[in-house]
């Protein structure tokens, strides 16, 4: 095959050298001022024949010399030949495993790839090509499939799976079944039909050919499944893995689900490939791994023309549905021999076991007519090979209406930590040597999702994988370190590793009895000693700082022991785990680390032994609560006479903190996918990828707002006008023709104009209608209120002079919906995400902002610019260990702000008892926040009120000054506090500011009274982010990792600002929208801000987020230097 060798990259010399493709390549078509002309020779006998005849080794070679830009694709016309065609297939191949743009070329010559694209579909279905070039275009056509967001691709590939293949289902009546359960299919049918009808013979031929191309691909597939007479067993193999992942594709996706899945269904696809000699043969796990992925797709609980997921008491009443169907046939027409199935119960039908057991009456031929009568397919083409016997027709019956268990309970069932089964299971090693020959047996991440579950589930199995790969690798390489050997009968280690101690048998402390449901225990703990005498100070220290809910593992090293505990072709898998001498591994969970004399190492002071933290004894004492279900089975695989697995435990391996967090976000992935959280109902299918991301913009939403207080964004007017370029700028008729800032813009905008309703047929997404292009902004301002006499008063202003894209930005963000924010390094990104944190802060004191992040070091740096703005600390939060690093005077932990909180308390209180001394009221009224509170309602707001009562009575200057009662206290102010020149207003405004500031003390000594309250550090804690803090700021894996216990306690916010959006993962962008719970918990959320760094030498993200958001007409900010 194409990629025997897709490891062995071209180097320098290969490009530049004598080699006979780089010397080509100079010939032909690099460096050349003129368009090459394709000649037939070069391509037949210079670039074909060689390439065949070394197995097709050098395609990158010949990607990386521009060979399908610069040479093929230009020179290509009808008229080229299958060699031609059949190398840009392969190039564009070569392109996707690369990770490298592949359709933007082929934009060019958008004509020529629709004969391109034909030329591919004919040769697939020509049987007269081998096998191993078919497998090259299908893989093709894949791609394809999984580039839908590209125009000239999606007009390809739409009309091969639209309603016209149901002219290929097995009767009329079927596809009438199918055609009555909604109106709009039918339409779709007669439109279809109308269309065909309407057409020139070579159109109409086209038409045949698109409707029955699946189908007749679908055919042959089912004989290569059935061929055992194939020349070439391998590339036969390999043709039909990459089918089945073509099907799983179009089950996957709802644009090719939606009349795809009836045609399979039809086909009975799965049962005539489970029953196919190809997937009984035990060497193909990898088919049988495909399949099962077919087989969660074309049962997804998933409605396929609407995409409305079904609840489980709907998918229950589908299947009980169909077993009514079935119960009434078989009374109808096998009364004697089916009595027993007619008057059974659904349960006792819902068992394949079960189900077989009442269908064994039937004849042969009466379980064809059974089929028949029911609606399956029971008709082939004569010259297939598919076995139509008993067993087949049993098989469709047996499928068809066994219970099936929903996603959910699928991943309610797989375990979120590894034993060696998993970590050893012969996919995870399958996909470790993963390099493009063979398909992978996983959900893939695309563009399009068919439900939020699907998503969910596809991100739980992805990140499973990926993080007990990491696991093995780590055990494996903490073994080896170890340096095991056999010593009699048993295991003797020479080396050393930090990252492990051996240990003796774990001795069971307690096994709980089961939940009800449940057939495991529901707590088993059990103790391990540690010998940590020997270690230095700073690994003791390590092994001692494990905290609760750290994951280590219990691992089984025995080496020269060859027997296998794999099955289902994974001798691969128990080679490698003997090959590192591993042979069980159990996951455990500490509960708490205790010295030798039993008592908890935390509560015990530490010494200082050369400057490193020590404690006492050699020993430690580790009380760990092990996996209940892998327990369960050790048990019951112990009652059956073989060896009990904890007695061959031999060693405790720990890992890296950072890396050690899958277990809390697999159980939030988990808890999400069953709790069926949605998104917010304006997001929804924008995140799904059925919608325009642009629908989800303030431009389109119908609760834009019309009127935003800019406060600090502009500097000043002529910062305004360069703003605001192409929109006509009007001050205030009140007001001089500039004015400086604050500002308050109110936009109105043209009513959108009616898109012209289209002849054409209907497409499969409907285009949302133009934004409203704004036409003129009204400026006004207002004067702000005076905060107080003192220099820290002053508010703290923003002095970074934005772009007009970064207003634009700064605009579109403090709006409700969605803004995307893409750019290099450097180019301000943090800036406006400060501006918009500023803006939504002061616009909107009801609402809350959560910040996430990637990493901390961006977080950090977002949170000092925010605090160098006009925002109150009290209200800043940071959760997790990043806090640390923040080069600030104040802490933003979590417990850091409850101790800044009484901090600030005190500095409030002694301004209190100083502010009493100065009005001579008597008593400790700054003895708490209790007191001052009495304080404030007893005297400081009555004299307020009776001064400001005297001064709106129209009081004098002099009297204003004279009658202030508060002349004592503000004395340490600068002076003099009321100028001699200054007129009454501006006097008032003193005396305002004077109380806007003991209004700011003895709130902020109100928000501190239930810390007073509250007596443990956990109840302060959880007060402070749900009741008091506005701007939370949290890593995405804080947030993942915390999810259902910040749910839990009632959290609520409003906007959400994502920084690195780019450097997460889909499902680490996914749950921070998931924090809260609660029926409006989404469609509360207000805004969303999503940041994108990427640098102009990367061509890909590890998230495809931005990807799906520009995939059509998302408006994004993109900055440059």
């Known amino acids: 095959m194409a990629d025997v060798q897709a490891n062995s990259r071209p180097t320098v010399d290969d490009l530049t050298g004598d080699n006979h493709y780089a010397q080509l390549a100079r010939k032909h078509w690099l460096n050349k001022t003129k368009q090459p002309k394709v000649q037939r020779d070069v391509i037949e006998k210079e670039l074909w024949a060689p390439l065949e005849q070394e197995d097709f080794s050098s395609l990158l070679l010949l990607e990386q010399l521009q060979l399908l830009e610069l040479y093929l694709w230009p020179g290509y016309t009808d008229d080229a030949s299958n060699h031609h065609v059949l190398l840009l297939a392969m190039l564009v191949n070569v392109k996707r495993r690369e990770g490298r743009a592949i359709w933007d070329c082929f934009q060019q010559q958008s004509d020529n790839f629709s004969s391109l694209f034909r030329r591919v579909l004919s040769m697939t279905i020509d049987t007269s090509i081998a096998t191993t070039l078919r497998t090259h275009l299908l893989t093709f056509i894949i791609i394809a499939y999984q580039s839908l967001d590209s125009g000239i691709v999606r007009k390809e590939c739409a009309p091969l799976v639209n309603i016209a293949v149901w002219h290929n289902l097995h009767s009329d009546e079927a596809r009438d079944g199918h055609l009555e359960k909604a109106v709009q299919l039918q339409k779709a049918w007669r439109a279809a039909n109308k269309r065909y009808e309407g057409s020139d013979a070579p159109t109409q031929a086209r038409l045949r050919f698109e409707r029955s191309w699946l189908y007749s691909l679908t055919l042959d597939f089912f004989d290569r499944l059935y061929d055992t007479t194939a020349k070439s067993r391998s590339d036969n193999v390999l043709y039909c893995e990459r089918f089945v992942e073509l099907l799983s594709d179009l089950q996957s996706q709802l644009p090719t689900r939606r009349f795809v899945n009836t045609l399979l269904q039809d086909l009975n696809t799965l049962s005539v490939i489970k029953l196919s000699p190809m997937y009984a043969d035990e060497d193909n796990a990898l088919l049988r791994d495909l399949y099962n992925l077919l087989q969660h797709?074309?049962?997804?609980?998933?409605?396929?023309?609407?995409?409305?997921?079904?609840?489980?008491?709907?998918?229950?009443?589908?299947?009980?549905?169909?077993?009514?169907?079935?119960?009434?046939?078989?009374?109808?027409?096998?009364?004697?021999?089916?009595?027993?199935?007619?008057?059974?119960?659904?349960?006792?039908?819902?068992?394949?076991?079960?189900?077989?057991?009442?269908?064994?009456?039937?004849?042969?031929?009466?379980?064809?007519?059974?089929?028949?009568?029911?609606?399956?397919?029971?008709?082939?083409?004569?010259?297939?090979?598919?076995?139509?016997?008993?067993?087949?027709?049993?098989?469709?019956?047996?499928?068809?209406?066994?219970?099936?268990?929903?996603?959910?309970?699928?991943?309610?069932?797989?375990?979120?930590?590894?034993?060696?089964?998993?970590?050893?299971?012969?996919?995870?090693?399958?996909?470790?040597?993963?390099?493009?020959?063979?398909?992978?047996?996983?959900?893939?991440?695309?563009?399009?999702?068919?439900?939020?579950?699907?998503?969910?589930?596809?991100?739980?199995?992805?990140?499973?994988?990926?993080?007990?790969?990491?696991?093995?690798?780590?055990?494996?390489?903490?073994?080896?370190?170890?340096?095991?050997?056999?010593?009699?009968?048993?295991?003797?280690?020479?080396?050393?590793?930090?990252?492990?101690?051996?240990?003796?048998?774990?001795?069971?402390?307690?096994?709980?009895?089961?939940?009800?449901?449940?057939?495991?225990?529901?707590?088993?703990?059990?103790?391990?000693?540690?010998?940590?005498?020997?270690?230095?100070?700073?690994?003791?220290?390590?092994?001692?700082?494990?905290?609760?809910?750290?994951?280590?593992?219990?691992?089984?090293?025995?080496?020269?022991?060859?027997?296998?505990?794999?099955?289902?072709?994974?001798?691969?898998?128990?080679?490698?785990?003997?090959?590192?001498?591993?042979?069980?591994?159990?996951?455990?969970?500490?509960?708490?680390?205790?010295?030798?004399?039993?008592?908890?190492?935390?509560?015990?002071?530490?010494?200082?032994?050369?400057?490193?933290?020590?404690?006492?004894?050699?020993?430690?004492?580790?009380?760990?609560?092990?996996?209940?279900?892998?327990?369960?089975?050790?048990?019951?695989?112990?009652?059956?006479?073989?060896?009990?697995?904890?007695?061959?435990?031999?060693?405790?391996?720990?890992?890296?903190?950072?890396?050690?967090?899958?277990?809390?976000?697999?159980?939030?992935?988990?808890?999400?996918?069953?709790?069926?959280?949605?998104?917010?109902?304006?997001?929804?299918?924008?995140?799904?990828?059925?919608?325009?991301?642009?629908?989800?913009?303030?431009?389109?939403?119908?609760?834009?707002?019309n009127s935003i207080d800019y406060r600090d964004t502009f500097l000043d007017w002529q910062h305004l006008i360069e703003s605001l370029p192409g929109k006509t700028v009007e001050p205030d008729a009140n007001l001089n023709s500039s004015f400086p800032p604050p500002y308050v813009l109110e936009t109105s905008a043209a009513p959108p104009t009616e898109a012209r309703p289209s002849k054409r047929r209907k497409r499969e997404q409907i285009e949302a209608a133009p934004a409203p292009a704004a036409e003129s902004v009204k400026v006004g301002t207002y004067k702000p209120a005076n905060p107080g006499p003192y220099p820290v008063d002053a508010p703290k202003l923003n002095g970074v002079r934005f772009t007009p894209t970064q207003i634009e930005a700064i605009t579109s963000g403090t709006q409700p919906g969605l803004t995307v924010i893409v750019g290099p390094?450097?180019?301000?990104?943090?800036?406006?995400?400060?501006?918009?944190?500023?803006?939504?802060?002061?616009?909107?004191?009801?609402?809350?902002?959560?910040?996430?992040?990637?990493?901390?070091?961006?977080?950090?740096?977002?949170?000092?610019?925010?605090?160098?703005?006009?925002?109150?600390?009290?209200?800043?939060?940071?959760?997790?260990?990043?806090?640390?690093?923040?080069?600030?005077?104040?802490?933003?932990?979590?417990?850091?702000?409850?101790?800044?909180?009484?901090?600030?308390?005190?500095?409030?209180?002694?301004?209190?008892?100083?502010?009493?001394?100065?009005?001579?009221?008597?008593?400790?009224?700054?003895?708490?926040?209790?007191?001052?509170?009495?304080?404030?309602?007893?005297?400081?707001?009555?004299?307020?009120?009776?001064?400001?009562?005297?001064?709106?009575?129209?009081?004098?200057?002099?009297?204003?000054?004279?009658?202030?009662?508060?002349?004592?206290?503000?004395?340490?102010?600068?002076?003099?506090?009321?100028?001699?020149?200054?007129?009454?207003?501006?006097?008032?405004?003193?005396?305002?500011?004077?109380?806007?500031?003991?209004?700011?003390?003895?709130?902020?000594?109100?928000?501190?009274?239930?810390?007073?309250?509250?007596?443990?550090?956990?109840?302060?804690?959880?007060?402070?982010?749900?009741?008091?803090?506005?701007?939370?700021?949290?890593?995405?894996?804080?947030?993942?990792?915390?999810?259902?216990?910040i749910a839990d306690l009632g959290f609520r916010y409003d906007n959400i600002i994502m920084e690195e959006a780019a450097q997460v993962t889909e499902i680490e962008n996914f749950i921070p929208l998931a924090l809260q719970t609660g029926p409006l918990s989404f469609d509360s959320l207000v805004t969303i801000t999503c940041l994108f760094t990427i640098s102009r030498h990367e061509e890909q993200c590890q998230s495809q987020t931005l990807e799906q958001l520009q995939s059509t007409k998302m408006t994004s900010f993109i900055y440059d230097d």
Not at 340 to 356: G, H
Not at 452 to 466: H, Q
Not at 487 to 494: E, I, L, R
Not at 517 to 531: G, N, R
């Open 297 to 705: 797709y074309t049962n997804f609980p998933i409605e396929d023309h609407s995409g409305r997921q079904y609840t489980p008491l709907e998918f229950d009443q589908q299947h009980h549905a169909a077993l009514t169907k079935l119960q009434r046939i078989s009374f109808k027409h096998f009364q004697d021999k089916l009595r027993i199935l007619v008057l059974a119960n659904f349960a006792s039908l819902a068992t394949r076991e079960d189900l077989q057991g009442h269908l064994g009456s039937l004849s042969d031929d009466e379980v064809t007519e059974l089929c028949r009568l029911l609606g399956f397919r029971t008709d082939y083409p004569s010259s297939t090979l598919v076995t139509r016997d008993r067993t087949f027709y049993m098989e469709i019956l047996l499928s068809a209406h066994e219970s099936l268990p929903m996603y959910q309970q699928t991943m309610q069932n797989m375990a979120v930590v590894p034993t060696e089964t998993t970590i050893y299971d012969s996919a995870f090693v399958r996909n470790e040597s993963y390099n493009g020959t063979r398909p992978l047996a996983i959900p893939k991440l695309n563009l399009q999702y068919l439900t939020m579950g699907d998503f969910l589930w596809r991100s739980f199995v992805l990140y499973r994988a990926e993080a007990f790969y990491q696991i093995r690798k780590d055990i494996e390489d903490t073994v080896k370190r170890l340096q095991p050997r056999k010593a009699g009968p048993a295991t003797k280690f020479d080396g050393f590793s930090k990252m492990a101690i051996p240990i003796t048998k774990p001795a069971v402390i307690d096994v709980a009895p089961a939940k009800v449901s449940e057939l495991h225990p529901s707590k088993v703990e059990v103790e391990v000693t540690l010998d940590v005498g020997r270690l230095g100070p700073n690994i003791r220290k390590d092994w001692e700082s494990l905290r609760s809910g750290d994951i280590v593992f219990l691992v089984s090293v025995q080496v020269g022991d060859t027997t296998s505990v794999f099955s289902n072709g994974g001798s691969e898998s128990a080679d490698l785990a003997d090959r590192h001498g591993v042979k069980h591994v159990r996951s455990a969970e500490v509960i708490q680390v205790f010295d030798e004399n039993g008592r908890m190492l935390r509560d015990q002071p530490q010494a200082q032994t050369n400057g490193a933290a020590s404690r006492g004894g050699r020993q430690r004492r580790l009380l760990l609560r092990l996996d209940p279900v892998a327990y369960q089975q050790d048990k019951e695989r112990t009652d059956k006479g073989k060896p009990d697995i904890l007695e061959s435990i031999n060693l405790l391996v720990r890992r890296q903190g950072r890396e050690n967090n899958f277990k809390p976000i697999l159980d939030s992935i988990k808890h999400l996918a069953l709790s069926d959280v949605p998104a917010p109902q304006w997001l929804q299918e924008v995140f799904l990828g059925y919608s325009d991301p642009a629908a989800a913009t303030y431009q389109r939403l119908p609760n834009r707002l």
């Open 825 to 1045: 390094p450097g180019t301000g990104k943090t800036d406006v995400a400060t501006q918009i944190i500023n803006n939504i802060y002061h616009n909107f004191p009801e609402q809350r902002t959560l910040l996430v992040a990637h990493s901390n070091q961006a977080l950090n740096q977002l949170f000092q610019k925010i605090t160098a703005l006009d925002i109150d600390e009290r209200h800043l939060l940071r959760l997790g260990h990043g806090e640390e690093e923040l080069e600030t005077e104040a802490s933003y932990s979590k417990h850091g702000r409850v101790e800044s909180f009484m901090e600030n308390a005190a500095i409030h209180l002694h301004e209190v008892t100083r502010l009493a001394a100065s009005i001579s009221a008597p008593g400790a009224h700054g003895s708490t926040c209790e007191t001052a509170d009495y304080f404030n309602q007893v005297y400081v707001k009555p004299a307020w009120t009776k001064y400001w009562d005297a001064v709106n009575a129209g009081a004098e200057p002099q009297a204003i000054i004279d009658t202030f009662p508060f002349h004592a206290y503000f004395s340490n102010a600068p002076q003099p506090l009321f100028p001699a020149t200054a007129s009454r207003e501006e006097l008032v405004d003193v005396a305002s500011g004077c109380n806007n500031h003991l209004n700011h003390i003895f709130a902020s000594l109100a928000d501190t009274r239930p810390f007073e309250i509250l007596r443990t550090a956990r109840d302060k804690a959880n007060y402070l982010l749900i009741k008091e803090a506005r701007i939370i700021a949290m890593t995405s894996t804080h947030a993942a990792m915390r999810r259902q216990e």
